[in-house]
């Protein structure tokens, strides 16, 4: 017995033959998993990560499309911010589109989510009816629907005509261009309305008898109850609402023709990149535009980040 028990101490080779077996095994799963994600890394590479690198190229070039790429360094930059007065106009209208709409779309999604959170007839059609614009919304049939609803004599300025107010069209008054597009965007509250749904229905219901059981108002237990327990789920819908708001173009560009006009008042920063790009063929500038848009949502994104920690809540956490 003793002899046989040394015998399997001084021959470990079979162990060895099963370890060296699971490693071969498990570099076999490797390869198949790198097989299986190869059509989604070739398209990373392919579509997303060589533009993006070619783009930071041509941001340093005068480029043209039609002839080689000349190197200027700094000077795409450089004339953003020191000769092109309409660079500076599409960036003020951006950040006040952006601060105009993605609050307003919030505050919508998340006012008909509170209503369709209590059980009621025909709530599933209720909901569908209420997404559906979030399909439609960013589609160039619904934007020309919506110019002519706000062009002279359409049917908005009608309306308003019928008890005495006046406009002359929405799109055709710089003061008023600017809304038509921002009503567009709060209009498609859909998707982040169907997600605050989602938050509601998380919230235990024991918090809320505590509060009824406290003597807690409507507003008290909104503000101390459903905001604190919803919290993370405002955090992503004002992060993707932020970021889709400065990526805004189709509704723009259908309303003001593709001019940003009138006098840019509808001249968003996308627009303008559009016209730099593919109207004057100035790729190397509009790629510069391209980079300084994407620093901006990248600072606004972690701005947003740095400062959750203040006021979004997760359950478990001692705040």
Do not use: C, H
Not at 79 to 101: A, I, K, N, P
Not at 181 to 203: D, E, R, S
Not at 275 to 301: E, N, V
Request: hydrophobic content about 50%; proline content about 4%.
């Amino acid at each position: 017995m003793v002899a046989q028990q040394v015998k399997e101490v001084a021959s470990p080779e079979p162990n060895k033959a099963g370890a060296a077996g699971k490693g071969s095994k498990k570099k076999d799963q490797t390869g198949i998993a790198y097989l299986f994600l190869s059509p989604w890394i070739a398209g990373a590479v392919l579509l997303t990560i060589g533009p993006m690198v070619a783009s930071l190229y041509l941001s340093f070039t005068d480029y043209n499309l039609f002839t080689a790429p000349e190197w200027v360094g700094l000077d795409n930059y450089i004339r953003l911010f020191t000769q092109d007065d309409r660079f500076m106009s599409s960036v003020g209208v951006t950040f006040q589109y952006v601060f105009l709409s993605a609050p307003l779309k919030l505050a919508a999604a998340l006012g008909v989510a509170l209503l369709l959170n209590r059980p009621r007839k025909g709530q599933g059609f209720y909901r569908s009816a209420f997404y559906a614009p979030s399909l439609l919304g960013a589609s160039v049939s619904i934007a020309l629907v919506w110019r002519s609803l706000f062009t002279d004599d359409g049917a908005v300025d009608n309306v308003l005509g019928f008890i005495g107010i006046n406009t002359g069209g929405w799109i055709n008054q710089p003061d008023y261009a600017m809304y038509v597009i921002v009503i567009l965007a709060v209009w498609q509250f859909g998707a982040p309305m169907v997600i605050f749904l989602a938050g509601l229905k998380q919230i235990p219901q024991d918090l809320y008898d505590a509060a009824a059981v406290d003597g807690a108002s409507t507003w008290k237990t909104f503000t101390s109850v459903t905001l604190p327990m919803l919290s993370p789920v405002i955090f992503f819908n004002l992060v993707m609402e932020i970021i889709n708001s400065f990526q805004s173009f189709t509704g723009a560009f259908v309303v003001s023709n593709g001019q940003g006009g009138p006098a840019d008042s509808t001249l968003f920063y996308t627009l303008y990149l559009y016209q730099r790009g593919f109207q004057d063929f100035q790729m190397g500038y509009a790629s510069a535009m391209a980079w300084l848009l994407l620093l901006t949502i990248a600072l606004f994104t972690g701005l947003l980040f740095k400062t959750s920690g203040r006021w979004v809540f997760y359950a478990g956490e001692d705040k």
